[in-house]
């Protein structure tokens, strides 16, 4: 098996992706655990540091890959309707794009460039 083979690559970001959220959900959980208290203007502070901004980025392009890999994955296999799967695949990338942009605008007027 040869890593230019499509499921394979898949297999391997789907993986990947979900390691990363789940040391990024630990940490965040231990940060969170470990706080007094946490209100708005200490997570806008934690954010507009540039390396939790890009941490924060990192664990978001993650969850909308593993999203996609998976909800692409699941229509393949179990949608024989090939216009219904192509629409769905397509309503579906366009949602997970329009996430991927709003948490970027979000973590841009956060982040003191």
Do not use: C
Not at 54 to 82: N, T
Request: net charge positive; proline share 2%; no cysteine.
């Amino acid at each position: 098996m040869t890593f230019r083979a499509s499921g394979m690559r898949a297999w391997l970001l789907q993986r990947l992706s979900s390691v990363y959220m789940v040391v990024f959900i630990v940490a965040v959980l231990f940060w969170y655990a470990m706080s007094d208290a946490i209100s708005y203007s200490v997570w806008r502070e934690l954010l507009a540091n540039p390396v939790i901004a890009v941490a924060v980025a990192l664990f978001f392009s993650s969850l909308l890959i593993h999203a996609w890999i998976g909800m692409r994955d699941v229509l393949i296999d179990y949608m024989p309707i090939m216009v219904l799967r192509l629409i769905l695949l397509l309503g579906i990338a366009v949602f997970l794009i329009a996430m991927g942009i709003w948490v970027a605008f979000i973590l841009i007027s956060v982040v003191k460039i």
